[in-house]
């Protein structure tokens, strides 16, 4: 079984930073991606920033240049450091991890996992 445990959100001012973690608990063998989705009251769940294995990243064109995703794969964690929070910023941020591979007694396998989400709330 794995586990994303996420941490550092939080209240804060428009124009503030906050720093999003997530680490990935389990017998792990590899993990292909990580990233964070956010869920807005009234709106769908969106990507945010992911990045792979390799070190790509990819941003909604709504957080460029404010949030850098950011990962340390021998711990099997994934950071994001959100600058210059906005309003609209003010959601459910959601830990993914995409192809892991787990070791189960003599074999492996494979799955995604979501953590159990963070608040974060930007006020005016």
């Known amino acids: 079984q794995v586990q994303l445990v996420e941490s550092g959100g939080g209240l804060v001012k428009a124009g503030a930073f906050l720093r999003l973690s997530c680490a990935a608990f389990?017998?792990?063998?590899?993990?292909?991606?990580m990233g964070w989705y956010r869920h807005a009251p009234g709106k769908q769940r969106e990507l945010v920033a992911t990045i792979t294995i390799g070190g790509n990243k990819n941003y909604a064109d709504s957080v460029k240049r404010r949030f850098t995703i950011s990962r340390d794969a021998a711990q099997n964690t994934v950071y994001m450091q959100m600058d210059s929070l906005k309003l609209e910023d003010t959601a459910v941020y959601y830990c993914?991890?995409?192809?892991?591979?787990?070791?189960?007694?003599?074999?492996?396998?494979?799955?995604?996992?979501w953590g159990r989400g963070t608040q974060v709330t930007v006020s005016s």
């Open positions: 389990g017998n792990i063998f590899s993990i292909t991606g």
């Open positions: 993914n991890a995409e192809g892991v591979t787990t070791i189960q007694g003599t074999g492996v396998m494979k799955g995604d996992y």
